[in-house]
Each structure stands twice: as structure tokens, then as C-alpha cells.
């Protein structure tokens, strides 16, 4: 009944799973603030006692000492000085989200918002201004004659105000140069593999293919969603242990950050015996919504980055899609390093129990660069950056990964109008496509592209 009375915008954060309310809440730009506002609360509480009830102005030197009317206007002159620092600052911030949802993309609203220097900030304003507002609420009708603590917390808390303002200021036009906008785009990516895919899938990952009990497939079991919605959170380690209890094997048919329908099979179950399972338990370990999230979500933190090469493009930026091209590399040698691209969760004693989707590591080149390449159409500029970074990654990655490396940089510049190609744009494509081949060891197969640019090129030889 509590809940029902809750506003919506409260009550959806009681509808969640801790860890996704964690992760929500540390999104809005309130909490830092409301942090404090209650801390501002306390300081008004231990100034009042400091000045009302100990006094303290009779063991202080008279030179911190202020009577109460001189406190008053202080307080008061302060309010609206820190108000006003309060409103630039909200001002910033709204250029700033401005131009990153129309210049960037808005997906990036939210990493500003959680940033912790722009919490912090705001959250030093807020508690500023309640912290002089109250102040002056109480101290406005006291008989006490002569402050210590008031005077010197306000005008200690004003300089501090004023440092903030002149911080966040620099913070903001930082943060909006590119190369950090990329960097630290990365930076949340690679914080989210090293944190959570780490502890949710690593963990548990198998390279060997095990027993999948395939003998027990007549008694599978499809469950449908209940709803429809983004997958943005999967309990892994509830789900294998669940699956141990009744010695089954779990197929999960979409992956974190999928939508999808109501009615889809989501899960398949088989095992030697599934009649009395109750399909509801598997269901409850897949938390689903209206919007896609990072926590598990890799792709959304590789589309982020495809976004803001993709929008420099359409405003004839190359420097910023380099930038992007560059950062993205990075990411992908992380995946690399830190991610096993089996399907197979396995329990403690080995035994397999959950099967995901298959996400090879094509797959992730393609969410990344694919969508880039795409809209660079026929900018060979930004084509020849992406073999260049593809050379990057396959001379520092295992060879394994090369032929994909090699196959998706063939599939790249396959598109190329080679009859409309700039001589030197063709001369430095072919110069990172021959260093990519060296790398890979397809130089025959560099031998065919070659002719391709040059049909002629050995005619007389």
C-alpha cells in the first residue's frame, strides 16, 4: 500500500534488483546533492551547538568573533551569492548536455550527469546553499551577541563555492574536448569488462566443449517472456546454481541488451527430468526493462563510441572519427585480453549449465567498426584509418584473432570505387592494407587487392 502512494519516478527504483538500483542511482543527478544536503544538515546542527550551547566565541581570539548583526548580513549577502554561483553553474550544464546531444550523441547525456567531479560540484552548491539558507533561519531571531562557527563555516563555505564554480567550469570544457570525451567513453567500457564480465561470466567460462546432456532433448522445456523489454541484467551465478539443484542445462536464446517481445522463447531447459520445474525461477533470473544498460552490456559501451565517429562524420569532422577509430582499438584489444568467446557457463564441479549466444570476436569488430564503415561510404580517409587500426590490433593481438582481422579489413575496402580513389589516398591504403597483410601473413592475398587498384601496374614486366 506504502508503495502505491510513492510518486512513479521513486517507486520504479523499489521495482529493481539492488544492483540495478546501485547502478540507476549513481545515473541521476540528484544523489550526489541529496548526500550533502544531509551533511549540510549536520554542519547546521554542530554550528548551532558550537555558537548557542558551548559558546565557543569565550575561548576564540577576538578577531574571529563577529556580533549577530554582522553574522545576519553576512549570511544573508551569502545566500544570494552562492545562489548565483549555483544558477551559472546550472547554466553550464545545460550547454554542455546541449551540445553533447546534438553534436555527439545523447547517449552520453549520462555519462556527464554520473561523472563524479560534476556530482561532487553540484552536490558542494546545494549543500552550500541549504547549509546558509538554514544558518540564517536560525540564527535570524537569536539574543546571542557575539558568532564564531557561523561566521567562519559560511565564509569558508563560500570560498569553497567559488573554487567549485571555477573548477567545474575547467571540468566542463575538458571534458568536452574529444580526445577525453573518447577516452573516458573507453575508460567506462573497460571499467565495465574488468568489474562485471569478469566476476559474472569469466568466472565460469569453459574453452571445452563438456557434456551438454543432448540424450535429454526430448524433455526440453521453451519458456516465453513475460513482457517485453530490454535484457539488462542476467544472474548468472543464480542461474547455474539453480541449474546444479536440479541437474539441468540452461540455453539462453537472446543476449544482454537484446529487446525482446512478449511471447519469445528466451530460455530453453532440458535435463533428466523436467516435470516438476517450475520455469518462473529461471525467468526471475533475467531482469528486464524499457532501456538498454551498461552494467552487463558491452555493446552498448562499443555503440556509444560507433556513435560519436558516426556523428563526426556527418559534420565533416575526420579528426574526431580518427580519435574514435583509435580509441575503439583499444577497447578491442581489452575484449581480447579479458574476454573468452565460449558459450559455455560451467558450475564448480565442471559440469556445463548454462549456454549462451555465440559472440566471437568478429563479432565484436563488426559492432564496432561495421557501423562506422558504413557511414564513411566513400571516405577513403577514414576507411584507411580503420585498416590502420586493425593493423594495430593484429600486431599486438594473439595470431588466432588474425584471419578475422584480415577478412573483415578485406570485406572493408571492397566497397571502394577504384576508379574515383585519389593517387595518394590509394598509395596509403594500400600501404596500411600491405602492413595488415604483413602482419596476418596473407601477402598473396595482397598481391590480388594490389592488382586490383593497379590492374596494369606489371603489363610491361
Not at 540455453?251 to 537484446?258: A, F, I, M, R, T
Not at 572519427?321 to 574476454?339: G, Y
Not at 560451467?346 to 564496432?368: H, K, M, N
Not at 595470431?399 to 593517387?423: G, L, M
Amino acid at each position: 500500500m506504502l508503495k502505491k502512494m510513492l510518486p512513479l519516478s521513486i517507486r520504479k527504483y523499489l521495482l529493481m534488483s539492488k544492483r540495478q538500483r546501485m547502478h540507476e542511482i549513481r545515473l541521476t543527478i540528484w544523489y550526489m546533492p541529496f548526500i550533502y544536503i544531509c551533511l549540510s544538515l549536520l554542519m547546521v546542527a554542530i554550528t548551532l551547538y558550537l555558537d548557542l550551547s558551548l559558546e565557543v566565541s569565550q575561548y576564540t581570539p577576538d578577531v574571529l568573533s563577529m556580533d549577530s548583526s554582522v553574522t545576519r548580513i553576512l549570511v544573508s549577502t551569502l545566500i544570494g551569492g552562492i545562489l548565483t554561483l549555483s544558477a551559472f553553474t546550472l547554466n553550464s550544464l545545460l550547454v554542455v548536455l546541449t551540445m553533447f546531444s546534438g553534436q555527439f550523441s545523447p547517449r552520453m547525456l549520462l555519462d556527464f550527469i554520473s561523472d563524479k567531479q560534476t556530482q561532487h560540484a553540484l552536490g558542494i552548491f546545494n549543500g552550500s546553499f541549504v547549509y546558509v539558507l538554514l544558518l540564517f533561519l536560525f540564527i535570524g531571531n537569536s539574543k546571542k551577541e557575539m558568532f564564531v562557527a557561523a561566521p567562519v563555516m559560511t565564509i569558508g563555505l563560500a570560498f569553497l563555492s567559488s573554487l567549485t564554480f571555477i573548477f567545474f567550469i575547467n571540468h566542463a570544457s575538458t571534458w568536452m574536448q574529444v580526445h577525453n570525451i573518447t577516452y573516458n567513453m573507453k575508460q567506462v567500457s573497460e571499467v565495465m569488462i574488468n568489474q562485471t564480465l569478469k566476476n559474472d561470466l569469466e568466472t565460469h567460462r569453459t574453452t571445452e566443449h563438456g557434456d551438454t546432456m543432448d540424450q535429454y532433448k526430448q524433455n526440453i522445456i521453451h519458456v516465453s517472456s513475460r513482457g517485453s523489454g530490454y535484457i539488462q541484467l542476467i544472474d548468472f551465478q543464480g542461474m547455474i546454481q539453480r541449474a546444479k539443484s536440479e541437474n539441468l542445462v540452461i540455453e539462453l536464446h537472446y543476449k544482454v541488451g537484446d529487446y525482446v517481445l512478449a511471447g519469445n522463447e528466451i530460455v530453453s531447459i532440458w535435463g533428466p527430468d523436467t516435470k516438476e520445474i517450475l520455469t518462473n525461477f529461471y525467468l526471475d533470473f533475467i531482469e528486464m526493462g524499457h532501456k538498454e544498460t551498461e552494467i552487463q552490456d558491452l555493446q552498448m559501451g562499443i555503440h556509444k563510441l560507433a556513435e560519436v565517429a558516426i556523428k563526426s562524420l556527418g559534420n565533416d569532422d575526420p579528426k574526431t572519427a580518427s580519435n574514435t577509430i583509435d580509441q575503439m582499438a583499444d577497447l578491442m584489444l581489452t575484449i581480447e585480453d579479458h574476454l573468452s568467446f565460449t558459450p559455455y557457463l560451467i558450475d564448480e564441479a565442471g559440469t556445463i549449465r548454462v549456454i549462451l549466444q555465440s559472440e566471437p570476436f568478429d563479432y565484436y569488430l563488426y559492432r564496432g567498426f561495421g557501423y562506422i564503415r558504413h557511414y564513411a561510404k566513400d571516405n577513403h580517409l577514414i576507411i584507411t584509418d580503420i585498416v590502420r587500426a586493425l593493423a594495430l590490433i593484429a600486431e599486438s593481438i594473439q595470431p588466432s584473432k588474425h584471419q578475422n582481422i584480415w577478412s573483415f579489413a578485406c570485406n572493408t575496402i571492397d566497397h571502394i570505387e577504384r576508379e574515383v580513389i585519389y593517387e595518394l589516398d590509394k598509395t596509403f591504403l594500400l600501404q596500411e592494407v600491405h602492413k595488415l597483410a604483413r602482419l596476418t601473413k596473407n601477402l598473396e592475398e595482397y598481391k590480388k587487392i594490389e592488382n586490383k587498384f593497379y590492374p596494369s601496374a606489371n603489363e610491361n614486366t
